[in-house]
């Protein structure tokens, strides 16, 4: 068991493009969170996923953002026509539901600049 | 009121020390309770659940959760300067893990 991976590890983009985050969880894992983290702030729930499915989303998450995970394993997240305010560490994490446990673990963030 | 606070610290505690981090949430239906440890740059890593009233002890880490008075604590016994981190407070309650702006520890030689 490799852990929770992300790519890209580091992202630079100019105001207004799209990017497209990837995380891949570990594999018996059945729910993936994503969350924003900024700097001296705690990581700020965005969305997550069971299986497939995407069963809550931020009321703070903007329609610039959107998230898929279509065979409920990998999962990616875009920002469309991004804005600075966007720039901050994006986190994944993935936890399993069937033990009654919920313990989440994090990959190592995608740190996103828009300039 | 913020849903999960913390000290932001930072706390300062010399090597060999115990270190105490402190968490207040302010949801009474919360379930469980972890504490993460985030070194600077890094995304954070779990050091710590805890789902019942009472001390859990794992190494030199102890975990005491009050449901009553909607608090819970991290205690790092004999403290070493690799501990020095930022300590996250998450509280979850139905499919929703908040977390605290965290408590920035620095352990002195």
């Known amino acids: 068991d490799t852990g929770v991976s992300q790519d890209p590890r580091h992202k630079i983009t100019k105001r207004g493009q799209n990017v497209t985050f990837r995380c891949d969880p570990i594999s018996e894992h059945n729910r993936l969170y994503w969350y924003r983290q900024t700097l001296g702030q705690g990581p700020e729930f965005l969305t997550y996923f069971q299986n497939e499915a995407q069963l809550e989303k931020s009321r703070l998450l903007s329609d610039r953002f959107s998230a898929e995970r279509p065979k409920g394993s990998f999962s990616t997240l875009e920002i469309q026509r991004t804005e600075q305010g966007d720039s901050a560490m994006y986190l994944c994490a993935s936890s399993f539901s069937g033990r009654g446990g919920y313990e989440q673990y994090f990959g190592p963030g995608t740190r996103l600049t828009v300039t | 009121q913020k849903e999960v606070e913390q000290n932001s610290g930072p706390l300062s505690v010399p090597e060999g020390a115990i270190a105490s981090l402190n968490c207040t949430y302010s949801d009474r239906g919360s379930q469980s309770f972890f504490w993460y440890r985030q070194y600077s740059g890094k995304s954070p890593e779990l050091i710590m659940s805890?789902?019942?009233?009472g001390d859990k002890e794992d190494g030199r880490f102890t975990a005491q959760l009050n449901k009553a008075s909607q608090y819970v604590s991290l205690l790092i016994r004999d403290s070493q300067p690799s501990d020095s981190a930022t300590y996250l407070c998450?509280?979850?309650?139905?499919?929703?893990?908040?977390f605290g702006a965290g408590t920035r520890l620095t352990v002195k030689p």
């Open positions: 805890i789902y019942s009233n």
């Open positions: 998450a509280v979850y309650n139905n499919n929703d893990m908040r």
